[in-house]
Each structure stands twice: as C-alpha cells, then as structure tokens.
C-alpha cells in the first residue's frame, strides 16, 4: 500500500488579542492507504485544528499537506470542491452536525445532490437505501427526524454522508465521544468494516486511548500543537516513551490488580499556547523536568524504527517508569 497524506511541517498559528495562538506547530506525519491514524491528546493540544488543516475547513500558516502526491496546501476553490469528494470528515456531535429539518433521505442525499452524482430521483433514492444498508440504518428510519433518533443512529447517518462520494480518506472527529459506551463500540466496529471493505484511510482524533486502542494502526500523541510522540499502536501501548503519554496511559482504568500501570501524575498549571516560551512545552506538568528542559526545546527523535519522541531525558524517564 502507499502513502495516500503526507503532512509535512504543519503550521496553524491564530491571531488573537493577547499575541500568536500556536495551535498546530511543526507536525509531519504519513499516512499509509487503508490505515488508520489515531490523534490523542486533551482537550485545546490542536488536534481537531489538525483534522480541519487536511480537509481544508482551516488554512495552514505554513508547511506541506500532500494528497495522493499533490500538495493541496495552496489549493484553489475549485480544487477544494474536486477533493471534496476525496476527503470526508465526521464530527463529533451528530446532533449539532446535522439539520434537524432535514430526513435521514435529505440528510443522505444532500452530497449526492450537490455533486450531482445521480441522474434520476428514483437513482438517488436508491444510493440513499444502500448507504443506509451500508451503515446500518433500518429501511423503515428512512423519513425520520434527527430528534426521533438515538445517537448512534444519527452518527450512522453522519458515517453515511462522510461515505456518500466514495472518499479515499475521511477525518473522524471524536466520532464516538458523545455516544454511550455500547453503542461507541457498534461505529467503531462501522468503521473497522467499511475501511476492510473499501480501503478507506482514516485520521481518528479522540481524547480517549482506550477507543483509539480499537481502531489505530499507528498513534501520535499531540500536547499543545506539538508532535510529542508516535509510533505503532501495540508499541506505544507497550513501550509508551514520552511522559505525557505515559500519564494518559496511567489514567486508563484496567479492571486487573496485576496488570495495572504505576500512575504517572502531572500536576503543575499548563503552559499558556499564547506566546510560547523556550523550552519544553510540557515542563511545569513534567515529574522528570529539569533545568535543560526549561531552556531548550527537546527535538523530535526516532529512538527506535517508527517510534519517535521528543524528550531530552527518554531514556531516563522510560527505565525509571516501568509499570508496576
Ligand atoms: Fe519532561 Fe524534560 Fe522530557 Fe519535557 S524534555 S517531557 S520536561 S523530561
């Protein structure tokens, strides 16, 4: 399989009134055809600013985005409604994401209409039934309301609008977070199929390792626009380097007195994003900083084959914190 994205030093910096918001700062990354990237981090680390440089609902403040060996960084209009049909996204709240006027039909059918894909109604009607076959919405929902629905169904319809053209790739935004915890395993499995069946690549933006655990093949970890981790999905499990990812890992509950990891906590204020210091970024939360670390920025290293970190002390920090 190849490459299908290749970002390359990506930046987003905002304008704000108190200086510059660096929201995305320096990533690159590739994402192989039929893979799934996972993009964890908490809440403001930039990693749905990420998700929106790619499908361009931002414009990047500089650096390379290429798709299918083109880079669309500086793509135009008309460029941007071609790759429309390429790259997808799905968001997080299917509620706010969807018209509440609309049907699931009108619902599903909106991209086929705009793209013009069908040439008859009774055409459109049936690519309508056989995504929400595809998705696994029953026929009889077919003029239902987003309000006469339960989330995973009205996430399933947000799924099928994201599959309608037969993207390539498709950025999922927290696409379970607002779900119950049955019904997030029901999409995440959704997904896993119709990426089996089609090839579809996806960049998976959660909070939450434990559902980015399910569906990645490779993990990057984001803390405040910076890249401070990737690697393999079982390898970042396992061998977890940095840190702050080792802290998110800490925190993931597991039902075993014998496999639980030794909790890493990160106390500290977070670093305002607003006019950056020099130095490490996650510093006043890091239980192994150091005075170097508050001086120098750490650079993202390749410690191991496709495992980078950017960490002065990752080999100190990763010996003295094996879990218990
Ligand atoms: Fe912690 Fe220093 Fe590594 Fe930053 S560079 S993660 S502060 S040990």
Known sequence: MGVILEVQNLKKDFDITAGKLHAVDNISFQL???KTLGVVGESGCGKSTLGKLLVGL????SGKIIFQGRNIEKAGRADWKALRKEMQMVF??????LDPR??????????LKIFKVCRTQSELESRVRALMDLVGIAEHMIYAFPHELDGGRRQRIGIARALAL????????EPVSALDVSIQAQVLN???QIQRDKGLSYLFITHDLSVVKHISDDILVMYMGQMVEKAACKELFHSPMHPYTRGLLSAIPIPSLRNRRKRVLMEGEITSPVNMKPGCRFAARCPYAQERCRQEQPALREVSPGHFVSCHFTETTSISDTPA
Do not use: H, N, R, W
């Not at 931002?58 to 403040?61: K, L, N």
């Not at 997080?92 to 994401?97: F, G, I, L």
């Not at 609309?102 to 991209?111: K, V």
């Open 102 to 111: 609309l049907c699931t039909m009108d619902l599903i059918a909106e991209p």
């Open 32 to 34: 192989e055809q039929g």
């Open 166 to 173: 037969e993207p390539e790739f498709i950025v999922c935004d």
């Open 58 to 61: 931002e414009q990047a403040t």
């Open 190 to 192: 959704l997904l896993k």
């Open 92 to 97: 997080q709240d299917p509620m706010s994401s």
